[in-house]
């Protein structure tokens, strides 16, 4: 049977039809499909974990209890899983053990632009790139089969192109994997320095054995046709077939490590000019100069972002593409906080106060956006929290009164919660807000440990947020409604001047949540409006300035009265029509 689908649906599909039993992942843009699809299949227990190297943790759990487990992550979460890949490379596994792993070349919704790749040589494990959605389920399967036969972790490396691409797929059956027994082995599995240094022998000599099979395996293949040699892999393969199509030949790496060595050298040898086209950076090229293979690679391709067909076509052979110029204006559209956002008001009182506001991962993280400019850094996950505290102690009574953390709900449970230990523990007198929209709001709407379900919908345990601070030993914790301007700008000044930690908790739901109600649409009155532009500062993009005539637009607005708050004339009520809908 033949479908359509995107690659992450194909991942998914592959865990299903190779027998996989658990995934556990933490959504992440843009990987987070992969576990949604996989839970729709009943086989498949799929869980939200609160972070990657938990997620990592529990698969491999489930991998040395015998089963097949999946866990899957953007580049960046590959960062947190880390201290579990490093060591599962040494330990080995013993049902097949899969982490998928979604780079994003030009940072569409990341903080970097890192290359996974390198985790892959630093681990010492086997990772595949498939190049469209077949491939996503074909080496999906095949890395099951790795692991086991290399008793391995193997990760495969997706990009934003193949992840959220669809191309067509052939569906197969499932195939049941029989649980393998459990055996009770220390010297295997116990990391100890002494087992430890005898299972690096065995990781040097299995990626021996991997480079063998990298030579011959069908997983890395050749298609001759012109003269021009292009040595390539994943999405960097669609591009260069596009733009060069039957003018070159290819040697396509699906393996992307442990790469081979007779395999590019045979075919090097065959031209006279032979070029490696990867997006991000030079790993396979630095692997072919190391082999004394001359190639060219970033002299004429970027470090940065996405490649395209045109690029490639112009770098290669010197094709220029001529594109109809549109003399139109086209606006920027710049990405803003939804209109009835819930972080909108807070920020707003933040921006105010000419707070320095330690920011965090987060759809909030567009706050630090005009007119709002609210946030001064956003770093990683759970850096909000931790950073405050640094700069608070750094600067001493200069930022008493004047510096805040804020983090989401699921940001906080991912890592922010060892950050406020932290000031608890070694006392500063910081103020951590934390933004609880009741839902994992960045990535799509995934439930998290503070919602009271799972990722199938299960009814949970729900994380008391104000119980936890309480806990770690925080005093002063305050709940706030974000869309209470005057009592979020009281209760910011309130705990700032405190001489202890404090948590205020700005809780209300995320606008788009299906559950929260749409109120009537605000109009604004302009006989009473001064144009002052104190509403346009709340950024909201229902707001809208026609020749300087304010007008609300019905169809955006939310009716969840910010604005109306900050104006000073009275102009803006929920009587009547907006001004300028039809």
């Given amino acids: 049977m033949k479908k359509l689908m995107l690659g992450n649906e194909a991942i998914a599909r592959g865990l299903y039809e190779a027998g996989c039993t658990l995934v556990s992942s933490y959504p992440g843009t843009p990987s987070t499909e992969i576990t949604e699809y996989a839970a729709l299949y009943e086989e498949i227990f799929a869980e939200w974990a609160p972070n990657e190297k938990v997620s990592a943790e529990v698969a491999f759990g489930a991998a040395l209890a015998g089963s097949r487990a999946f866990c899957g992550m953007k580049h960046v979460g590959l960062n947190v899983a880390a201290d579990l890949l490093f060591t599962a490379s040494y330990t080995g596994i013993n049902g097949g053990l899969v982490i998928?792993?979604?780079?994003?070349?030009?940072?569409?919704?990341?903080?970097?632009?890192?290359?996974?790749?390198?985790?892959?040589?630093?681990?010492?494990?086997?990772?595949?790139?498939?190049?469209?959605?077949?491939?996503?389920?074909?080496?999906?399967?095949?890395?099951?089969?790795?692991?086991?036969?290399?008793?391995?972790?193997?990760?495969?490396?997706?990009?934003?192109?193949?992840?959220?691409?669809?191309?067509?797929?052939?569906?197969?059956?499932?195939?049941?994997?029989?649980?393998?027994?459990?055996?009770?082995?220390?010297?295997?599995?116990?990391?100890?320095?002494?087992?430890?240094?005898?299972?690096?022998?065995?990781?040097?000599?299995?990626?021996k054995k991997l480079i063998e099979m990298a030579e011959v395996s069908d997983i890395n293949s050749v298609e001759m046709g012109g003269d021009i040699g292009i040595i390539t892999s994943g999405v960097s393969y669609q591009y260069a077939k596009e733009a060069l199509g039957d003018k070159a030949s290819y040697l396509k790496l699906g393996m992307v490590n442990p790469l081979p060595e007779d395999l590019i050298r045979d075919?090097?040898?065959?031209?006279?000019?032979?070029?490696?086209?990867?997006?991000?950076?030079?790993?396979?090229?630095?692997?072919?100069?190391?082999?004394?293979?001359?190639?060219?690679?970033?002299?004429?391709?970027?470090?940065?972002?996405?490649?395209?067909?045109?690029?490639?076509?112009?770098?290669?052979?010197?094709?220029?593409?001529?594109?109809?110029?549109?003399?139109?204006?086209?606006?920027?559209?710049?990405?803003?906080?939804?209109?009835?956002?819930?972080?909108?008001?807070?920020?707003?009182?933040?921006?105010?106060?000419?707070?320095?506001?330690?920011?965090?991962?987060?759809?909030?993280?567009?706050?630090?956006?005009?007119?709002?400019?609210?946030?001064?850094?956003?770093?990683?996950?759970?850096?909000?929290?931790?950073?405050?505290?640094?700069?608070?102690?750094?600067?001493?009574?200069?930022?008493?009164?004047?510096?805040?953390?804020?983090?989401?709900?699921?940001?906080?449970i991912h890592s922010g919660i060892t950050g406020l230990i932290d000031i608890a523990y070694n006392g500063s007198n910081s103020v951590v807000v934390i933004l609880d929209n009741s839902i994992t709001g960045m990535t799509g709407h995934q439930h998290n440990p503070t919602t009271g379900y799972t990722l199938k919908g299960d009814a949970a345990n729900a994380v008391d947020l104000e119980a936890l601070c309480n806990a770690i030993g925080i005093n002063r914790v305050v709940v706030v409604d974000p869309f209470d301007i005057a009592g979020c700008e009281r209760v910011l000044k309130e705990e700032l001047a405190a001489k202890e930690p404090s948590v205020i908790i700005a809780r209300r739901p995320c606008a788009l949540l299906k559950s929260v109600k749409i109120l009537p649409t605000l109009y604004i009155d302009n006989e009473k409006c001064r144009q002052c532009g104190q509403c346009q500062k709340m950024g909201c993009p229902a707001i809208k300035n026609s020749d300087g005539v304010l007008t609300i637009v019905e169809t955006i607005c939310t009716g969840c009265g910010v604005c109306k708050k900050v104006c000073k004339f009275d102009a803006i009520s929920g009587e009547g029509k907006s001004h300028g809908c039809e």
């Fill in 100 to 207: 998928a792993v979604a780079d994003d070349p030009g940072m569409h919704s990341s903080q970097n632009e890192q290359d996974s790749r390198y985790y892959a040589i630093a681990s010492k494990v086997p990772m595949l790139e498939p190049a469209d959605s077949a491939e996503c389920i074909e080496y999906t399967k095949r890395a099951f089969e790795l692991s086991e036969e290399f008793d391995t972790p193997v990760i495969v490396r997706l990009s934003t192109r193949i992840s959220h691409s669809q191309s067509v797929v052939n569906l197969s059956e499932r195939q049941e994997f029989s649980q393998k027994p459990y055996e009770k082995n220390p010297s295997k599995y116990v990391m100890m320095p002494g087992a430890a240094r005898q299972r690096h022998i065995f990781v040097e000599a299995r990626t």
């Fill in 267 to 412: 075919f090097a040898a065959k031209f006279k000019k032979v070029y490696v086209i990867e997006e991000l950076d030079p790993i396979i090229e630095n692997h072919c100069k190391t082999l004394g293979i001359s190639v060219t690679g970033k002299e004429i391709f970027s470090l940065l972002g996405e490649y395209t067909s045109t690029e490639i076509a112009k770098q290669i052979l010197g094709k220029h593409t001529e594109f109809r110029v549109i003399e139109e204006h086209v606006p920027v559209r710049p990405p803003v906080l939804c209109a009835g956002c819930p972080h909108r008001g807070i920020f707003y009182v933040m921006s105010k106060m000419k707070l320095f506001v330690s920011g965090d991962i987060g759809c909030y993280t567009l706050a630090a956006q005009a007119p709002i400019n609210a946030m001064d850094t956003t770093i990683c996950m759970g850096a909000s929290v931790s950073a405050l505290h640094g700069f608070n102690k750094a600067r001493g009574e200069k930022s008493e009164g004047k510096s805040v953390g804020v983090i989401g709900d699921s940001t906080f």
